[in-house]
T-cell receptor
Framework: DSGVTQTPKHLITATGQRVTLRCSPR?????VYWYQQSLDQGLQFLIQ???????AKGNILERFSAQQFPDLHSELNLSSLELGDSALYFC????????????FGPGTRLTVT | AQSVTQPDIHITVSEGASLELRCNYS??????LFWYVQSPGQGLQLLLK??????LVQGIKGFEAEFKRSQSSFNLRKPSVHWSDAAEYFC???????????FGTGTRLLVSP
């Protein structure tokens, strides 16, 4: 158990819908990262927040957004969902914002039908 | 841009035999290097990391990895594989000041009796 929690574990929704994925980092970690794992793209970095502020952006679509709240939990919002958005979405956290080891949650499996 | 190559998509090893998983990275300076393991339906677990210093690093579950700057490699090894080691293994590179991990495509390890 990494100490990073993600909810829900599974999510099935229809095209065009909007969903919110939630992540709670390890106790004391200020940095949260979101990754997408799909069969065709592999593991891709989406976005990072550090202590409530966006720190880095990767291959995140404009339809996707994230935020980190004062209690340090983070949410990833996915809207206008397409079939190709079906993937495993991982949250990770680290103690600093400087890319030391990241600890991953169990993931949320999103299926868009 | 940073990149990671894991040339072996699948590897089959007999239980009790030794294991080496290959990883090559591309980056101009010394990176941070990681190996993660993902069991089916699970998140990613950090096996070991290299930041600096001794180029042979020890990790959990009896794994070790050796950083070879001249070959831009960070191969993962285990002297005797157990059936429970069957999983997917990901090599990742992080860069100082760069707020993400770049992952390889993974190597799926199968353990035969």
């Amino acid at each position: 158990d990494s100490g990073v929690t993600q909810t829900p574990k599974h999510l099935i929704t229809a095209t065009g819908q909007r969903v919110t994925l939630r992540c709670s980092p390890r106790s004391g970690d200020l940095s949260v990262y979101w990754y997408q794992q799909s069969l065709d793209q592999g593991l891709q970095f989406l976005i990072q927040y550090y202590n409530g502020e966006e720190r880095a952006k990767g291959n995140i679509l404009e339809r996707f957004s994230a935020q980190q709240f004062p209690d340090l939990h983070s949410e990833l919002n996915l809207s206008s969902l397409e079939l190709g958005d079906s993937a495993l979405y991982f949250c990770a956290s680290s103690a600093t914002g400087g890319n030391y080891e990241q600890y991953f949650g169990p993931g949320t499996r999103l299926t868009v039908t | 841009a940073q990149s990671v190559t894991q040339p072996d998509i699948h590897i089959t090893v007999s239980e009790g035999a030794s294991l080496e998983l290959r990883c090559n990275y591309s980056y101009g300076a010394t990176p941070y290097l990681f190996w993660y393991v993902q069991s089916p339906g699970q998140g990613l677990q950090l096996l070991l990391k290299y930041f600096s210093g001794d180029t042979l690093v020890q990790g959990i579950k009896g794994f070790e990895a050796e950083f070879k700057r001249s070959q831009s490699s960070f191969n993962l090894r285990k002297p005797s594989v157990h059936w429970s080691d069957a999983a997917e293994y990901f090599c990742a590179v992080g860069v100082v000041g760069f707020q993400k991990l770049v992952f390889g495509t993974g190597t799926r390890l199968l353990v035969s009796p």
